[in-house]
Structure formats: C-alpha cells, structure tokens
C-alpha cells in the first residue's frame, strides 16, 4: 500500500477523534463512559458502557451554558462563569460543573458512574455495548 494513502487515513483518523475539540467551535461534546459500580483508581472494573455524549454550548456574553443530550430539550446552565466554549464554570448549591481547556468535569456526581471518555473510547464502547 502506498505510503500517501497510509499518511493520509492516519490524518483523517486523527482529525476525526479531534475534531471536537478545535479551538474555534463553539460547541464543544462530552463523550461518557458508564460504569455500573463505582470506579476503582478510575478504572471500571466490569461492564463499562457508552453513556449519552452531552452537547454543551457556552455563551461568554450571557455567562450561562446550554447542553442537551441526545435528543433530548436543550437545558441552561446559570450561575456561571464562562470565557469562551472550551473554559467554563457552572456552580449551584452542591454542585459544580465545569470545562477548563476542553476536559469537563463535574463535582455533582458522588458516585462517578457516569465520566468523561475520549471520542474513540466512547465509539468502542458505544459498539461493544450494541452489538449484543
């Protein structure tokens, strides 16, 4: 196989995994992973599932987000603090929700079942957790 068309499916294949997190989108997916025990050193010891990506949308000049997650309604973040899509911060009473150079986090969920995932993890996941 030419050498062009390996470099060129190896690029392709990197700009897809990146693709959401280019720095002039404003829209910016988080990919789940779901792990129905807790995790143990961030790992999930059995049956790790694809949870639905989340959408968020950070709007710096109303300070608030909007995400939605599959085809569910939109719904708004407030009480935030937002400088453009990829560096965000969300607060209300016991949690915290936030985005700080593209990778998300969030304090609202004690348990961690549900966490962040990069794109072709999700992808694998989503795949493994379809087929059966």
Not at 120 to 126: G, P
Request: with cysteine; aromatic share 14%; hydrophobic share 35%.
């Amino acid at each position: 196989m030419p050498w062009g068309v390996i470099v060129g499916a190896v690029l392709l294949a990197l700009l897809w995994n990146y693709s959401d997190s280019l720095p002039l989108t404003s829209e910016v997916t988080v990919y789940l992973g779901w792990c129905p025990d807790a995790r143990v050193n961030g790992e999930c010891r059995k049956g790790e599932e694809a949870g639905n990506p989340t959408v968020y949308k950070a709007m710096a000049d109303q300070q608030v987000v909007v995400y939605w997650t599959g085809k569910n309604p939109p719904a708004k973040l407030e009480h935030c603090s937002v400088r453009n899509a990829r560096n965000w911060s969300c607060t209300l009473a016991d949690w915290t929700r936030s985005m700080v150079d593209g990778e998300y986090s969030e304090t609202s969920n004690p348990l961690n079942l549900y966490y962040p995932v990069p794109k072709y993890k999700w992808y694998w996941l989503d795949w493994n957790t379809n087929k059966n």
